[in-house]
């Protein structure tokens, strides 16, 4: 069964700093992993999705990283700012033969505060 | 374009009683998903469909049913509820394939008391 741990559960850093979220997985027979952001009261929005077979993604300020190897994944968030304060959530969708199907399994979130 | 919608954002239910967790989306999305969220935790999966007439179990079924008799809608029913079944719970949809993102619902809110 699949675990997926994130580290560290909380992060409180100034504006303007370059930070990494991390999130580690047990099975590395992964169909993707999808990083979310989740503000308080609200739904989960997806930020970036690696495939199995990719090494990283970038949209914008955001650069996710996948070692499928050694079962772990990054979240870099470059130059943060106050809007950037949310829970970020890592989740994996395990390898099957129905086009990923069953569903993702998720980290506890980290929970980042950007301070003015 | 409203992606996934849930409804009631909020609901108090009493001990033993019953209720349906409605959700639907408007992006012909094959794969639909329920997820319940405690605090602190990371979310499970209670039902997943991949298509109208095909539902199955996920980590945390026990206490649930689901139907999907239509691509848009996949209503999560709740039978004689429990303090345990306090939870958040999210909707979900995607399509098959390694690069489809999942969109989320609002989520529904949940007491049981």
């Known amino acids: 069964k699949q675990e997926v741990t994130q580290i560290p559960a909380a992060l409180s850093v100034p504006e303007g700093e370059n930070l990494v979220l991390n999130c580690s997985f047990t099975?590395?027979?992964?169909?993707?992993l999808q990083w979310f952001r989740q503000d308080p009261g609200k739904g989960l929005t997806s930020l970036l999705l690696?495939?199995?077979?990719?090494r990283e993604q970038t949209s914008g300020r955001l650069n996710a990283s996948l070692d499928k190897s050694s079962g772990r994944s990054t979240l870099y968030i470059a130059a943060s700012q106050p809007g950037d304060s949310a829970t970020y959530l890592c989740?994996?969708?395990?390898?099957?033969?129905?086009?990923?199907?069953?569903?993702?399994?998720f980290g506890k979130g980290t929970h980042l505060i950007i301070q003015p | 374009n409203a992606g996934v919608t849930q409804t009631p954002k909020f609901r108090i239910l009493k001990i033993g009683q019953s209720m349906t967790l409605q959700c639907t989306q408007d992006?012909?999305?094959?794969?639909m998903y329920w997820y319940r969220q405690d605090p602190g935790m990371g979310l499970k999966l209670i039902y997943y469909?991949?298509?109208?007439?095909?539902?199955d179990k996920g980590e945390v079924p026990n206490g649930y049913n689901v139907s999907r008799s239509t691509t848009e809608d996949f209503p999560l029913r709740l039978e004689l509820a429990a303090p345990s079944q306090t939870s958040v719970y999210f909707c979900?949809?995607?399509?098959?394939?390694?690069?489809?993102?999942?969109?989320f619902g609002q989520g529904t809110r949940l007491t049981v008391v």
């Open positions: 979900a949809s995607s399509l098959p394939g390694p690069t489809a993102e999942a969109f």
């Open positions: 099975d590395s027979a992964i169909y993707n």
């Open positions: 690696i495939q199995s077979s990719q």
């Open positions: 989740a994996t969708q395990e390898g099957d033969s129905g086009g990923g199907a069953d569903g993702l399994t």
């Open positions: 992006m012909n999305h094959n794969y």
């Open positions: 469909s991949v298509g109208a007439g095909i539902t």
